[in-house]
């Protein structure tokens, strides 16, 4: 059973596009929501994170929306450019940053 | 600082053997998960140990078990393998801390014919 649900599979935008990949849980105890990037052939690096108490964070042209009422969450890439190509994951967790349940990724396209 | 070391980046294993990855964590890390990456079943959560223990463990059978050393290195071993074992194993790291992020190695890609 897929502890957390991610949309879409993949996605294509053009240079300067905001692409937004969208996520959902069921278990109100997930308490820290990771969003994860992943280049070919490298493990995964941590872009942005989000506890419950928060609706929205900002680290510089990523962005994490947080509907905690409905379970979901979603990453928006503002002047997204060719070098931000790759996978991302949603994950959650309970009590911090340890045993993440990820999500099915996404994979990202921005054509230039 | 250096990051999270696998070794070896890459395996080719025959059904029925065993195998052994390791796992060396940024300096001052304590605590090493390991997960395992499928394009089946995407990231999957394996085990977590910390000082020396097992603190975690995922929903994998018992062929899949691990080690922690004082150094924090890590070792996981899967015996008796499996074509259905074929994927990237990828460990991280984090500090003590709840709030400290989890930062991933490159993995190692097991291929088991």
């Known amino acids: 059973q897929q502890q957390v649900k991610q949309s879409p599979q993949s996605l294509i935008v053009q240079k300067g596009g905001i692409p937004i990949i969208n996520c959902a849980y069921e278990n109100t105890a997930f308490d820290y929501f990771p969003w994860y990037q992943q280049f070919p052939g490298k493990g995964p690096a941590l872009l942005i994170a989000i506890r419950p108490d928060v609706s929205e964070k900002k680290e510089g042209r990523f962005t994490i929306s947080f509907n905690k009422s409905a379970k979901q969450f979603s990453l928006h890439i503002m002047d997204s450019q060719p070098g931000d190509s790759a996978t991302y994951f949603c994950?959650?967790?309970?009590?911090?940053?340890?045993?993440?349940?990820f999500g099915t990724g996404t994979r990202l396209t921005v054509i230039p | 600082k250096a990051g999270v070391t696998q070794t070896p980046r890459y395996l080719i294993k025959t059904r029925g053997q065993q195998v052994t990855l390791s796992c060396s964590p940024i300096s001052g890390h304590r605590s090493v998960s390991w997960y395992q990456q499928t394009p089946g079943q995407g990231l999957q959560f394996l085990f977590e140990y910390f000082s020396e223990t097992q603190r975690n463990k995922g929903n994998f059978p018992g062929r899949f078990s691990g080690r922690q050393f004082s150094n924090s290195r890590s070792e996981m071993n899967v015996s008796t393998l499996e074509l259905g074992d074929s994927a990237l194993y990828l460990c991280?790291?984090?500090?003590?801390?709840?709030?400290?992020?989890?930062?991933f190695g490159p993995g190692t890609r097991l291929t088991v014919l």
């Open positions: 991280a790291s984090r500090g003590q801390l709840s709030t400290d992020t989890q930062y």
């Open positions: 994950a959650a967790s309970i009590g911090g940053a340890n045993n993440l349940f």
